[in-house]
């Protein structure tokens, strides 16, 4: 395959990855703390690398994986204790990511981490770190982590499928009728970390909300039915990919920047003419009531 | 280590500049907290990047006030779009905010990228905006934080009781004919004014965090607003100074990282011994 | 037989009583409407015995066994407002919720179930409605959509929490029907009720309730005007029915 085709496989799997996951997320009220989720994981991956002295797969998935499930106990706690919700969000995911930044600059020069990657990523590096078993190259790491977090979560949703949308729709009845309410929500706020961190080296930690959120607001507002819904936001969410992509490859301007741009535009175009829900169709609909 | 740095002029300058910056945002986050915005704030904050950026491309320049001008326009404007995606759709405010947040960061990095291909060279600095670097400070850079920031103190301190009563109850408010939608507006430039005079120095990634970490410290020690107000002042201040000296002394630390990390120290030691509601204190009634 | 029995149920809400020392039993194949000032915590109370909020002390037992074992025998229908009508979902979706503890973990809906459900929502005269998306439904039609979540549950004891607030005739209707017949079943029914004027002709028992119980009983026995004035400190006025509580007997 060649160089350029990696590229819009990766991207388009972390639109896929993140789409589908994160429109979950956007039902369940808590986009916010997939922003938390998503700038902690940074303190994950440090902390994964000063354990493991390298920045290997696996270390990285498990740190940010314990780091995400603790940012949602920490926002949890404090918010029962209290907090009110955003304060307790914007606490937590800022001490902590602060708390990774400044390790970073202690890691200095050995690897290639440094602040401006934690922002917004190397998808154009990502062809050249590929998976070397015995002098047999088996393509980029980052697309094998995608792949892997993606199929995963696509079968936790599938198992879990009717847990997790009645426990969206209805937390107070799903607890009544046995539903667990609280291993659902860990469950997928395990399930952002694993896509944050998957997605971590080809658009950052920041960018990665992006197309996290985006996409499953998108398909909000183009669909009133939950299935579709995840489909769509998969769907949109490769769209934001290659349309950064093209942009970001013409004006040579950063790739994930556009990614989460290209998201914004196609949110917007749905925000103004979504046949149900568009701010402008409405508008012209309720004209046609009145005449 | 340098030990000279205490005495020199320019550090002179930053020590005064962090520390009324500090307490100017832990006085703003106060309110900001009560009327429950703390994460439009951050959104305000990242929305500021897009605004510095287009102005340097569009003028060519490195000019600080036109930056700030650039930063304020695009943070009303996504504070604008937050509202209206809430007001004519269906997203909540969750989601609203973090599109804004994200997609208004995103563009700014698109620019930032821009710049970095396509100018010749004087671009220098605008990276620091992202986390902040008190070291590229030039005089004049500090001067605008530190006046900027008094007026900003003043400003709140003038209107202290205005505020008060127009977040706790704006019926009430407009009952008594105070003109609750131009403190509304007020406020919201004052958050606007002290993200954006701030990002040189904290960064639009972090900013934030310096509104409403202190305020939220302060209430674990206190339940009045007043008290509330200062001391969260006092604790950002705290922050602001710490964070730019250990920055400065320590190499290539970021500034805006160890601000956030000095206020995140003072919270969690207010959580656990806060007179009012730390938890120590909890666990002593309990017994 | 004593279908449901709460014993010194206390609940606190961030330092203050909710509820204190709330004790009775509710006999099976009752109707009882739950009853009191805004602020009673009569919401609390039904919120608490489901253990959806963290009691303080005290103990519920259903069917003399304590609640943990019977959950599988409860439904509920909570207020419309909790949820959030925007979720992606349509009106069969939702009523087939109420059968997920019987098709249990990693199973879909057969078609067994959904004909179950189907038939749920014709008892609510909503058979035409079911793959309409919920947020295009009225206010009533949504109350419906809860009452045959709560049918399909097939449980023995029913909570309902205010099913009747801002419904249009159709839906209190059908609710007034669904309670004949869960009780025709010999079904138990505890529901919270804002409405004093109906109260005689809804329901057999009556809880009077205002932070702790002031009166549990038949209804004839309960309802009176002397009860009524305890549990709501005197500041009441029926409409035309019953005798009118002078104008400042406070």
Redesign the interface.
């Known amino acids: 395959m060649t160089y350029t085709l990696w590229i819009i496989l990766t991207g388009s799997l972390v639109g896929l990855t993140c789409g589908v996951t994160g429109s979950l997320l956007v039902l369940r009220k808590m986009s916010m703390i997939a922003d938390a989720i998503s700038h902690t994981v940074l303190l994950g991956i440090v902390g994964a690398f000063f354990v493991s002295q390298s920045l290997n797969g696996l270390p990285m998935l498990i740190g940010a994986g314990v780091v995400g499930i603790l940012t949602a106990f920490f926002v949890e706690s404090l918010h029962s204790s209290g907090v009110q919700s955003d304060a307790a969000i914007g606490v937590v995911f800022t001490s902590l990511f602060a708390l990774g930044v400044v390790l970073i600059s202690f890691i200095g020069d050995q690897v290639h981490l440094d602040t401006k990657h934690a922002l917004m990523g190397e998808i154009t590096f990502v062809p050249w770190n590929t998976l070397q078993i015995n002098g047999v190259n088996y393509g980029p790491i980052a697309v094998w982590m995608l792949g892997i977090v993606l199929i995963l979560n696509l079968f936790l949703i599938w198992i879990f499928y009717k847990e997790i949308k009645i426990s969206t729709f209805d937390p107070q009845y799903a607890k009544l009728i046995g539903v667990p309410v609280v291993f659902v929500h860990y469950l997928l706020m395990t399930m952002v970390s694993l896509s944050t961190v998957a997605s971590f080296d080809s658009v950052g930690a920041i960018l990665v909300v992006a197309m996290l959120i985006v996409p499953g607001a998108t398909a909000y507002l183009l669909t009133d039915r939950f299935f579709p819904l995840l489909l769509l936001s998969g769907g949109i969410g490769i769209l934001s990919a290659l349309i950064g992509y093209g942009f970001a490859a013409y004006w040579n301007v950063s790739v994930s920047g556009s990614m989460a741009s290209a998201s914004g535009v196609l949110f917007l175009f749905a925000f103004l003419f979504s046949p149900k829900h568009g701010v402008i169709v409405r508008k012209i609909k309720n004209k046609q009531y009145a005449s | 280590m340098d030990f000279n740095l205490f005495s020199s002029a320019n550090f002179q300058w930053v020590f005064f500049g962090s520390l009324l910056l500090g307490f100017a945002n832990g006085v703003i986050g106060s309110f900001v907290l009560l009327k429950k915005q703390s994460l439009i704030s951050d959104a305000m904050a990242h929305a500021a990047l897009p605004g510095v950026c287009l102005m340097f491309i569009i003028f060519e320049i490195k000019s600080i006030p036109l930056f700030l001008i650039g930063a304020t326009i695009t943070s009303l404007i996504a504070t604008h779009f937050i509202q209206s995606i809430v007001k004519h759709s269906r997203i909540k405010t969750d989601a609203a905010i973090g599109i804004i947040i994200s997609v208004f960061f995103g563009f700014g990095i698109v620019l930032l990228t821009y710049i970095q291909q396509n100018s010749s060279g004087n671009q220098a600095g605008l990276d620091s905006f992202i986390f902040g670097q008190a070291a590229s400070l030039v005089r004049s850079d500090v001067q605008l934080i530190t006046i900027g920031s008094l007026i900003l103190v003043i400003v709140t301190t003038l209107f202290f009781k205005e505020f008060k009563i127009s977040i706790f109850d704006p019926q009430f408010a407009r009952g008594i004919g105070l003109p609750v939608s131009f403190f509304n507006g007020l406020l919201l430039a004052l958050v606007v004014g002290a993200v954006v005079i701030g990002i040189q120095m904290v960064g639009v990634v972090l900013i934030a965090a310096l509104l409403i970490t202190p305020p939220l410290a302060a209430k674990y020690w206190t339940e009045k607003l007043g008290m509330m107000a200062l001391l969260a002042g006092i604790f950002g201040a705290i922050s602001g100074v710490s964070g730019a000296v250990l920055s400065s002394v320590i190499n290539d630390l970021p500034t805006g990282p160890m601000i956030v990390l000095c206020a995140s120290v003072i919270f969690f030691f207010s959580l656990l011994f806060g007179s009012k509601k730390g938890m120590a204190v909890k666990v002593v009634r309990q017994l | 037989m004593i279908a449901l029995s709460v014993n010194n149920l206390t609940v606190t809400y961030d330092k203050q009583p909710a509820l204190e020392n709330v004790s009775f039993a509710v006999p099976e194949g009752s109707l009882t409407g739950i009853i009191g000032p805004n602020g009673a915590g009569k919401s609390t109370l039904i919120?608490s015995i489901?253990?959806?909020l963290p009691t303080l002390s005290g103990s519920v037992e259903v069917f003399d066994e304590p609640y943990k074992k019977q959950?599988k025998i409860?439904g509920?229908v909570?207020q419309r407002s909790?949820?959030?009508w925007?979720?992606?979902?349509?009106a069969l979706?939702?009523v087939l919720?109420?059968r997920?503890?019987h098709?249990g973990?990693?199973k879909?809906?057969n078609k067994k179930e959904i004909e179950w459900g189907k038939t749920c929502l014709a008892k609510v005269g909503m058979a035409d409605y079911a793959n309409r998306?919920i947020?295009?439904l009225s206010g009533g039609q949504q109350q419906r959509v809860f009452l045959a979540?709560a049918l399909a549950?097939d449980a023995r004891i029913y909570f309902m929490d205010e099913p009747f607030a801002g419904v249009d005739a159709a839906t209190e209707k059908a609710i007034i029907q669904l309670m004949k017949d869960w009780k025709s079943e010999g079904k138990t029914v505890l529901v919270v009720h804002h409405d004093l004027q109906t109260v005689e002709d809804y329901f057999d028992h009556v809880l009077l309730l205002n932070k702790t119980p002031i009166q549990y009983g038949e209804t004839q026995k309960v309802f009176t005007l002397s009860n009524l004035e305890r549990a709501y400190g005197g500041k009441i006025a029926f409409l035309d029915k019953s005798p009118v509580v002078p104008q400042g007997a406070e």
């Open positions: 919120k489901l253990q959806l959950k409860i509920y909570p909790e949820v959030d925007d979720f992606p979902t349509n979706d939702v919720m109420g997920y503890r098709i973990w990693f879909r809906a998306q947020s295009q979540r549950q």
